[in-house]
Structures are given as structure tokens and as C-alpha cells.
């Protein structure tokens, strides 16, 4: 059957506005569409494929996972979800782990959790969840009402209660909101779908001292920022503060569907039998590729491999600022970087985005201002390099453009 990108129009719900061309293969940092056009991949499926496309450990568990055993449902254990807990709760703060098969259903376990903590320790006023205007934490409707974009909540009815927004960096407003009806914080310790933005470590340092304070539990949103990006397996450790929840998700199955929540025994008491649940959650399948994706990633030499990669991109970047004068700020950390576009290209991150792709290049935008790369944790420099000479191209000719090529 031949299928192209106006089959999209025909058959698919319109929520999405994918490209132009439809991607057919990948290996490693590198990906050909249906006519074997060649792109680097910069966006590495929005902070997904951490290890590239069809890495070799990764394909060789999923084929030696998938001859053995897919599915059970959590009436059974399996081995893969055991060692693949074992291991996440060897290398973090946490004593236990709940798996999902996203990064909203993650959240929505956290949420949940916080909500039954606080109401079995507490009692029921202590039932606000603070969040943080920009933030990102999924599409359930909890999850996006918890997420700071009013815009990607609204009109779908009544929204979840007792959620309250404080803006970014701003610990007067935070205190000034907390209070004993405070359950749970949650936020991204590095915001992604944001725009990019990193947090001062005073403020994250602060949020966890109101909520000791206050007896409410932070939770973390690791589901971009975890998993090596950041250079450290989790941004928490860079930052030196420990939440009582951490969520993550994207890297963690390096391109097959997976969730997890970790936290500590005491606050993993609160969900006991029958209180969540999820059908697929924790699957051989998910979870054996995840092993394989853990397998490699917390290692000196692909964690250590990240601060390099992230200055040969900012030395490039700021070699193609230097001559075309575009962004404001480069920004992010590791493999998540921001490029910030400056007053005169404000609202214009999609076409550097689609001018990127016209040249061969895939990568991302965080808003309408920023343009931004999420690649593999092990992407060559050679292809780091190729990739900004296209990313240069398309700017190039963009700028040479009087008018926006998109609306
Ligand atoms: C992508 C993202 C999510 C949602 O993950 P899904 O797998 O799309 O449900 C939640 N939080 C953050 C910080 C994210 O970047």
C-alpha cells in the first residue's frame, strides 16, 4: 500500500502538523526519508531516542526479549521490570518504583500519590498541588492542568481543582502561596517544552526547604531532563537537591513507551493494592529495553561524553551567532539545549525549524521563541558538525528572507 504525507490529512485526527517528509529508517544520529533523502537528527524523537535510532544493544534486547516473552499484565512480575527497578533504585534516592508507559502517566501516579499521602497523613485540606507557570507534565487532563499553558488545558470542561500556578524562579511568590493545604510541588528541575529554561540552584535549593517546611513533597518532572541529558543520570544530582518523587519517562525506553515513578518506602506505602494501576505498565517487552537503555547510558563514558558534545555544539553556535546575529542566548545543559532567538526573530522558531529540515537537518522548537535539540547522548561529532553547517544553511537563507515563511 502506498502511503505518503497527504495520507496524514486523509485518515489521521487532526491534532498533530508533522513535516513535510515522512522518515522510513535511522541509524545512529542519521535518518532517510521515503525518497532516501538523508537528515541528521538533532530532535532524536523530542528527547527520546537517547542512544540514536536501531542502536545495537537496544535492538538486540527487544529481539531477544521479544522470542522469549511480551506481556503478562501486573497480575504476574517479570524478571525485566525487577532488574530494571533493582537498577534505578541502586543508582537514585529511591527505594521503590511504579512503571508506566509515559511521562504524563507517570505524572499522574505522582500526582495521585501525593494526593493519598497527604490525605492519609494529613487529612483532606491538604490538597494543593503547586506548579509552575511554562511547565510541562503531560496530556492527561490532571497532568495538563497541572502544566503551566492555561491554553493546552482550557476548553474541555471542568478542570481537576486545588491546582495553583507560581511563576519560575520566583521563591517570595512560592512561599507566599505555601501553606498547610499545600500537598505537593511539582516541577521540572530544568524546564523543556518551556522554552529551555535553567532554574538558578538557590531556587531549587529553596523549593525543597518550603516544602520541609510546609510537610509537602516535591515532586520532580525528570521526563525530558533524566536520563544522562543533563550528563548526570538525573538532574537532581547536579543540582544536589532530592525530591521525594522523580518522574521519567522519553530516554527511558530510548524510543519504545515507557514510564516510571520513583520514590521512598514511606510515601510508596500510601499506594496500596488496588489503589493505581496500569495494564501495560512495567512490561517485559518495555522493560528489558529500558535495561538495555539504562545499561549503557550510566556509564562514565557516555555520561562523561555529554559536557564534551555540549561545548562542540555552543562553540559552533556561537560561531554561527557571531556572523548572522539571530539568538539572543544559547542555553540548556548537555544534550538539551535552547537556541533563544532575539528581539528581531521573535515568534519565528518554526521557521528556523522548518528552514533546518529544508536543508537536511531534523530538530525541535520549545515555544514560539526557541529552537531546540534534544539528540542522542552518543551522536558523532562529525555529526554534530555536518548538522550545524545545515542548521547554518538554513539560517543563512532565512535571514536573507524579508518576509516569514510560515505563520
Ligand atoms: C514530554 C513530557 C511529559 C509528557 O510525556 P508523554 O510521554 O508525552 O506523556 C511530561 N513532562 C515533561 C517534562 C515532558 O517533557
Known amino acids: 500500500m502506498q502511503v505518503t504525507r497527504d ?8 491534532n498533530y502538523n508533522p513535516a513535510d ?3 522510513v529508517r535511522g541509524e545512529g544520529s542519521r535518518v532517510w526519508d521515503q525518497h532516501d533523502n538523508e537528515f ?18 537496544l535492538t538486540q534486547a527487544l529481539i531477544s526479549q521479544g522470542n522469549k516473552l511480551w506481556h503478562l499484565s501486573n497480575v504476574f512480575t517479570n524478571e525485566p521490570a525487577l532488574r530494571l527497578a533493582k537498577k534505578l533504585t541502586d543508582a537514585t534516592f529511591a527505594d521503590k518504583v511504579y512503571f508506566a508507559n509515559s511521562g504524563a502517566e507517570a505524572n499522574e501516579a505522582a500526582l495521585k500519590l501525593a494526593r493519598r499521602f497527604a490525605l492519609e497523613m494529613h487529612g483532606t485540606q491538604r490538597s494543593e498541588i503547586i506548579a509552575f507557570k511554562q511547565g510541562f507534565h503531560g496530556r492527561t487532563f490532571f497532568t495538563v492542568t497541572v502544566g503551566g499553558q492555561p491554553a493546552y488545558s482550557d476548553g474541555f470542561g471542568p478542570k481537576p481543582g486545588d491546582i495553583l500556578h507560581c511563576e519560575f524562579g520566583n521563591l517570595d511568590m512560592l512561599a507566599s502561596m505555601m501553606s498547610d493545604k499545600t500537598c505537593a510541588i511539582m516541577m521540572e528541575p530544568l524546564q523543556g517544552e518551556g522554552g529551555i ?3 538558578d540552584p538557590a531556587f531549587v535549593k529553596g523549593v525543597r526547604e518550603l516544602c520541609d517546611k510546609h510537610h509537602a513533597l516535591l515532586i520532580f518532572d525528570e521526563v525530558q531532563s533524566g536520563m544522562g541529558r543533563t550528563g548526570k543520570l538525573f538532574e537532581y544530582m547536579n543540582l544536589g537537591v532530592r525530591p521525594d518523587i522523580l518522574t521519567t519517562a522519553k530516554s527511558l525506553g530510548g524510543g519504545f513507551p515507557i514510564g516510571a515513578m520513583l520514590t521512598t518506602a ?3 506505602e500510601h499506594l496500596k493494592p488496588g489503589t493505581h494501576g496500569s495494564t501495560y505498565g512495567g512490561n517485559p517487552l518495555a522493560c528489558a529495553v529500558a535495561e538495555a537503555v539504562f545499561d549503557v547510558v550510566n556509564t562514565p563514558q557516555v555520561l562523561d561524553g555529554v559536557a564534551h558534545k555540549e561545548a562542540l555544539f555552543r562553540e559552533h553556535l556561537n560561531r554561527i551567532n557571531a556572523k548572522y546575529h539571530v539568538f539572543e542566548e544559547i542555553r540548556g545543559k548537555g544534550m538539551l539545549l535552547g537556541c533563544a532567538l532575539n528581539e528581531q526573530y ?17 530538530c525541535l522548537v520549545a515555544g514560539m521563541n526557541v529552537v531546540r535539540f534534544a539528540p542522542s547522548l552518543v551522536i558523532p561529532d562529525k555529526d554534530i558538525i555536518e548538522g550545524l553547517e545545515k542548521f547554518e544553511r538554513g539560517i543563512a537563507g532565512l535571514v536573507a528572507q524579508p518576509v516569514a515563511l510560515t505563520k
Open 21 to 23: 517528509m515522512v522518515p
Open 197 to 199: 529554561i535553567v532554574p
Open 266 to 268: 514511606a510515601i510508596a
Open 40 to 57: 541528521i537528527d538533532f530532535a532524536g524523537g523530542i528527547a527520546v531516542n537517547v542512544l540514536g535510532h536501531c542502536h545495537p544493544a
Open 7 to 14: 495520507t496524514f490529512n486523509d485518515v489521521m485526527v487532526p
Open 346 to 362: 521573535k515568534g519565528r522558531a518554526k521557521d528556523f525549524m522548518v528552514a533546518a529540515t529544508n536543508e537536511g537537518l531534523m
